[in-house]
Nanobody, 119 residues
Framework: QVQLVESGGGLVQAGGSLRLSCAAS????????MGWYRQAPGSQRELVAS???????HYVDSVKGRFTISRDNAKNTVYLQMNSLKPEDTAVYYC?????????????WGQGTQVTVSS
């Protein structure tokens, strides 16, 4: 089992920045990938960015060039740096981690952190 705790959300004006953190309860070395999802009211949860255990990032088109995902295995933490925020980025952001064990894949979620971008 892995517990994930997000932090860093809040209210920011359009054009501003926030950095989200996702702290894991144990080593993240074997968690692959780790990612950030978001869910706006009335919408489905969507992948925003993910990063492999080797450090390769992936971004949804709408955040490319504005968001940066990173992981610090020594601190068991994944970050999402969000710049040039837009009102449409408003959502609850969730941290996710996946682990393969043989033919099984486990998926772990944090409780979410609210990001609100005002226009």
């Amino acid at each position: 089992q892995v517990q994930l705790v997000e932090s860093g959300g809040g209210l920011v004006q359009a054009g501003g920045s926030l950095r989200l953190s996702c702290a894991a309860s144990r080593s993240i070395d074997s968690l692959n990938p780790m990612g950030w999802y978001r869910q706006a009211p009335g919408s489905q949860r969507e992948l925003v960015a993910s990063i492999t255990s080797g450090g390769s990032p992936h971004y949804v088109d709408s955040v490319k060039g504005r968001f940066t995902i990173s992981r610090d295995n020594a601190k068991n933490t994944v970050y999402l740096q969000m710049n040039s925020l837009k009102p449409e980025d408003t959502a609850v952001y969730y941290c996710n981690a996946r682990k393969r064990s043989g033919v099984l894949e486990y998926s772990y979620w944090g409780q979410g952190t609210q990001v609100t971008v005002s226009s």
